[in-house]
């Protein structure tokens, strides 16, 4: 819900790092696998109760999710979004969106697994949701990039990056309040995955 003017704020500072960034060679595949792992490390923090080390972690992360994409603008030796670049960032955000609950779940199972796996099964249809919302406009030529340069087509909805991402530090600065933040959080993603399948029957039609 809040991408676009989340973007529009910090997009200009992002690509002044990246420009930095592509000076010394960094490539935007490097920095995407950077936030991976940068990602993993989080959860690991997480798992053993490290919240704080976590909440560092997983905004790091969240930087180089964010420079990627401005380092590809930036490195003239590149062409933009690629098409493996596009698979990479897609892929591997939708890993790290589902690592985190996961770590919260492996350091607290007893109180937090019910939450968290009803979380990540929400995460699941919605990214499925996405997926193919995005596919199939694709498919018809239908473009919509007032959301920046990608490679799908995104659409707007209740739960999006900024909101997962304040979610997760929530997560990470009141850990005993995992379970209910996650219910709560559970049904704006649900929200936004129905409100999908209304959008794709006004756009699709039934045929």
Not at 135 to 156: C, F, I
Not at 178 to 185: E, H, L
Request: glycine letters at 10%.
């Amino acid at each position: 819900m809040f991408d676009k003017s989340v973007r529009a704020v910090i997009d200009p500072l992002l690509d002044r790092i990246a420009r930095s960034l592509a000076e010394y060679g960094a490539t935007p595949n490097g920095v995407t696998w950077l936030g991976f792992a940068l990602g993993v490390a989080a959860a690991v923090s997480i798992a053993f109760n490290s919240y704080y080390w976590g909440l560092a972690l997983m905004l790091a992360s969240r930087l180089c999710d964010g420079l990627d994409g401005a380092v590809a603008r930036a490195d003239s030796s590149h062409r933009g979004a690629t098409d493996l670049g596009g698979f990479l960032d897609i892929v591997l955000d939708f890993a790290f969106y589902g690592i985190i609950p996961f770590a919260f779940i492996l350091a607290d199972p007893t109180n937090n697994a019910l939450a968290g796996g009803l979380l990540l099964l929400v995460f699941y249809a919605n990214g499925a949701s996405f997926l193919t919302f995005a596919l199939m406009l694709e498919k018809r030529g239908l473009e919509g990039r007032e959301r920046g340069s990608k490679s799908l087509v995104y659409t707007a909805g209740l739960a999006e990056a900024t909101e997962t991402i304040f979610v997760f530090m929530l997560f990470c600065l009141f850990p005993d309040w995992f379970s209910v933040i996650a219910y709560g959080f559970s049904v704006i993603v649900v929200i936004t995955t129905v409100t999908r399948f209304v959008l794709a029957y006004q756009v699709f039609g039934e045929n």
